[in-house]
């Protein structure tokens, strides 16, 4: 199971010493989370990567005892947008991420350089999250997820924003936490191997540097951000 919020930061959380009663309480949701069922409630998107379609199920800090919100829907509207939404509510007290993830049913081509993103989002600064699946990048995991910043801006207008990030600025992470010197060097980016996309909002950052409020939230907030297409470039 993959958590994204050990090593809470205080800025984020201030609770860090919680009461008995909010303990058992924290300990019965995380008893009660079913990630099973998250995964056979997953949405079917127009999104594909590599000509194959991108099913999102969402994975959030209910896995730790969190109370964060995860939506996820297809984008079919009367515009023509086409695309992704995830949004939700996040709540810090017990927790601080919420993520959706999508198997890659085609390997990444090992021509490609990076993914192109177009996207529309709430000024607040996301992850794309690339792994092996199974559980990679929890806390306990042999392996790491790989991560990429996803900063958006807050527009009135709606502007919808282009980024491609490239393989080479992914970074390795365990359940937030940032690579450390050694794991750098012991672990190599392949994105042939990757088996599983994703997008997460975080009070870490993929350098595992706390997400700045200014970019994250405090407290328990709204999140909004829709992917309107994405391919391997």
């Known amino acids: 199971r993959h958590s994204d919020s050990n090593n809470t930061n205080t800025k984020h959380n201030t609770n860090q010493k919680q009461p008995k009663k909010e303990r058992m309480e924290q300990a019965v949701r995380m008893m009660k989370y079913d990630g099973a069922k998250n995964v056979a409630n997953a949405i079917a998107t127009p999104l594909s990567l590599n000509n194959a379609k991108l099913v999102f199920h969402r994975l959030d800090d209910g896995v730790m005892g969190g109370r964060s919100i995860t939506n996820q829907e ?129 009070l870490k950052l993929s350098n595992g540097d706390a997400n700045p409020v200014e970019t994250f939230g405090e407290g328990k907030f709204d999140f909004r951000l829709e992917i309107h297409e994405m391919d391997l470039v």
């Open 74 to 202: 297809a984008l079919n509207t009367a515009d023509t947008i086409h695309g992704l939404l995830f949004s939700g509510t996040i709540d810090t007290d017990g927790g601080g991420f919420t993520s959706i993830r999508s198997p890659l049913e085609n390997s990444i081509s090992s021509d490609a350089k990076g993914i192109k993103l177009k996207y529309k989002g709430d000024g607040k600064t996301y992850k794309v999250l690339l792994s092996e699946g199974n559980g990679a990048g929890g806390p306990w995991a042999k392996t790491p997820s790989w991560q990429a910043d996803l900063p958006t801006t807050r527009s009135q207008t709606g502007q919808v924003e282009e980024k491609t990030i490239a393989f080479s600025s992914f970074t390795p992470s365990f359940g937030g936490r940032g690579a450390s010197r050694n794991e750098l060097n012991s672990y190599v980016f392949d994105p042939t191997g990757m088996k599983q996309i994703g997008f997460m909002l975080s």
